[in-house]
């Protein structure tokens, strides 16, 4: 398997500018989780899914930020309008998902700079 | 607030001794702990997990320890490689979903 493939690895914007962030998990997984990295608040949970429905958005930091699953192979995150604090590395994951001894499989991430 | 604390941002160790890495967590309802490896430009990799119905688990060189009561967790190394220079996130699950990570650990092995 190819593991969860992330697009685009870089992306550079000005303020204001819509973002779009892509995740394909591995094939079979039924649970997706986007992170954000940061230097102080480490790997933080942005949203997660369970078979494409989203099931916990709290970490979402604004309306700024959405994202979809519209299909099992498929994710998004969007940011609209950016700003420079958006500034991370986006990571996505997924895993077989309700069960107390799967591991998340994360993709290699995507390094968003706002300026 | 953070559920999952790793409260050393760094760590320097010489090649061939132990490192011990700590992590501490405040949600009683974790099930499940684990602990990733990370280097730089790629994500982070799985690297020992550990149910909360045990106290220990080892893997070669690595073993992670529980202890429930306090809440907390560690991570040991030995012996200690070059190689293992990485940031190492401790993160905690409940029934398998909604996995939390900690702050990471920066790990430096001097050869």
């Known amino acids: 398997d190819a593991g969860v493939i992330q697009s685009p690895r870089h992306e550079v914007t000005e303020m204001g500018q819509e973002v779009t962030l892509r995740c394909k998990p591995i094939?079979?997984?039924?649970?997706l989780f986007w992170y954000r990295q940061t230097m102080m608040r480490g790997l933080e949970l942005l949203i997660y899914f369970n078979n494409n429905v989203p099931i916990d958005d709290s970490g979402m930091p604004e309306d700024r930020f959405s994202a979809k699953m519209p299909n099992a192979s498929f994710s998004t995150l969007k940011i609209q309008p950016s700003e420079p604090r958006d500034s991370a590395v986006y990571f996505c994951?997924?895993?077989?998902?309700?069960?107390?001894?799967?591991?998340?499989?994360f993709g290699e991430g995507s390094r968003l700079t706002v300026l | 607030d953070q559920q999952v604390k790793q409260n050393s941002p760094s760590l320097s160790v010489q090649e061939g001794r132990i490192s011990i890495l700590n992590c501490d967590y405040t949600n009683s309802m974790f099930d499940y702990f684990l602990w990733y490896k990370k280097y730089p430009a790629e994500g982070p990799t799985f690297l020992i997990s550990i149910s909360s119905i045990k106290d220990k688990n080892e893997d070669g060189r690595f073993t992670v320890f529980l202890n429930k009561s306090a809440k907390h967790l560690s991570l040991h190394i030995v012996p200690s490689q070059p190689g293992d220079s990485a940031v190492y996130f401790c993160a905690a699950a409940h029934r398998g979903n909604q996995f939390y990570f900690g702050t990471g650990t920066s790990l430096t092995v001097i050869p």
């Open positions: 094939s079979g997984h039924n649970s």
């Open positions: 994951a997924s895993s077989t998902g309700g069960s107390n001894t799967g591991e998340l499989f």
